[in-house]
């Protein structure tokens, strides 16, 4: 009786969740700017006043004496915001696991990349804004999205090489890495240290729970919503317990393909009359073949696969539509702060990131991959000049009032700008292939 399917390989775990991760983001890039033109257009037609209003409502959650009463916005961006920041935790811990960055000497350039297009971007806005009230926001210009990154580059199709969709998407997660540093580091406030020793003990907890070898999933986001709280009272950013908690997050399964294929072996002797008793019941080891072949897929696998499109059609949007609704005015294109972040985005990205890419190819410590020169390296620092996201999230923590509403315009207007120059060079260098011969060269 031939197989019912091809025997998997290694690579086949790092290819296959990448597949899907690009397929995923490339699509939810369309609702992301769809999401994100509606708020923008609701927020300057008749209908703003009830628009903008939705996100200040109040809305309280509470039992006894324990009370949580914060605006929608306010949930929106410390809760909703917290599941994607796990979903980003997952997905570094699968690049520092089983991908790209797991190895040194093939993340030493994205690593490289990242470092110049986080530097750069924040000197560029000190540097117009230094000594300012505003000079706190110096964070937003260093992210950058991966959703409207990957949508890009799916546009321009089977054209880009696969090496520069590996390193611009190797690129995008070291820089999340940055980035979470910097919300973690730069942007706490006063810190509850009595609060922020529970949410330290949460985090103990399922470490603990992990060693002592609990799987069920309910354990885990009970104890993770109980440390959520505790970090979002600390003063340290709610999101960083998202993150946390998904770096914590098991990347190797439970059971092995070796186990898994033997109990899979005495079920199919059960099915064909053989073995009665010795395996146990037939309901048991059907039990067990349920769980095994649960278990062997690790929990970062299935958790990254079943919240990754939650995450990328629900919560982006959700957050596009709360932060991207500015009330345009012509004064805002021209103030200091939009400029300082135009000038981070469009200018200091690609610049960051070619510059240190290129010391540290010229250093020995990295390479360009195949049929990636230079120029489609640039072109590809554009794209990463595409803030968006994370850019108006860290705007929303480190500025207020007429300052927040000027970085709002220029996180919107320069990633318009990015991404439209970095189409326009890679179109111009990368020759046009079908994908047939993308296929093949791969």
């Known amino acids: 009786m031939p197989p019912t399917s091809l025997p998997s390989e290694p690579i086949d775990r790092i290819v296959g969740p990448l597949a899907r991760f690009l397929h995923v983001e490339a699509a939810s890039g369309v609702v ?3 999401a994100a033109v509606a708020a923008f257009a609701l927020a300057n037609s008749p209908l703003a006043d009830s628009f903008l209003g939705i996100w200040k409502t109040r809305v309280s959650f509470g039992f006894g004496g324990f009370q949580l009463d914060h605006s929608l916005q306010h949930w929106v961006s410390d809760g909703l915001m917290a599941i994607f920041f796990f979903v980003v935790g997952l997905e570094v811990k699968r690049e520092l696991v089983l991908g790209q960055l797991r190895d040194m000497r093939k993340a030493a350039l994205p690593i490289a990349a990242a470092l110049g297009g986080m530097l750069v971007p924040a000197a560029l806005y000190l540097l ?5 009230p505003a000079a706190r926001g110096w964070g937003i210009p260093m ?21 520069l969709r590996i390193l611009v998407l190797s690129l995008a997660i070291a820089d999340d890495i940055g980035a979470i540093m910097v919300i973690a580091i730069g942007y706490t406030s006063d810190l509850n240290h009595l609060a922020l020793s529970l949410g330290l003990i949460g985090i103990g907890t399922v470490l603990l729970l992990q060693r002592l070898g609990v799987r069920a999933i309910a354990v ?7 440390t959520w709280e505790a970090f979002h009272e600390s003063g340290v950013h709610a999101t960083i317990a998202g993150v946390v908690l998904g770096l914590l997050t098991p990347a190797h399964p439970w059971v092995s393909d070796n186990r898994l294929g033997r109990i899979v072996d005495q079920a199919g002797e059960i099915w064909n009359g053989e073995g009665w008793g010795r395996f146990g019941s037939p309901r048991e080891l059907l039990q067990r073949v349920e769980t095994a072949a649960r278990e062997a897929v690790s929990p970062l696998v299935r958790l990254e696969r079943g919240l990754h499109p939650w995450s ?4 982006m949007p959700i957050f596009a539509l709360a932060n991207a609704g500015v009330p345009f005015e012509g004064a805002l294109l021209t103030d200091s702060v939009a400029l300082a972040v135009g000038l981070g985005l469009v200018v200091g990205k690609p610049l960051g990131i070619f510059l240190f890419s ?10 360009l991959p195949e049929g990636v020169s230079w120029l489609v390296l640039l072109g590809g620092g554009c794209l990463a000049g595409i803030g968006f996201t994370m850019s108006l999230f860290i705007s929303g ?7 927040l509403d000027a970085a709002k315009v220029g996180v919107l207007v320069a990633s318009l700008v990015s991404g439209a120059i970095g189409m326009a060079l890679l179109l111009a260098l990368l020759p046009e292939r079908s994908s047939a011969s ?5």
């Open 143 to 163: 992210a950058t999205d991966i959703a409207f990154v990957v949508g890009c580059m799916a546009i321009l199709g089977p054209r880009v090489p696969p090496g």
């Open 312 to 315: 990328a059609f629900l919560i």
């Open 438 to 442: 993308g296929a093949k060269r791969k």
């Open 128 to 132: 117009v804004e230094w000594g300012q």
């Open 358 to 367: 290129y010391v540290a190819v010229r250093l020995g410590i990295a390479r």
């Open 32 to 34: 992301l700017l769809a």
């Open 397 to 403: 923590l480190a500025l207020e009032g007429a300052v």
């Open 220 to 226: 885990y986001v009970v104890v993770g919503i109980l």
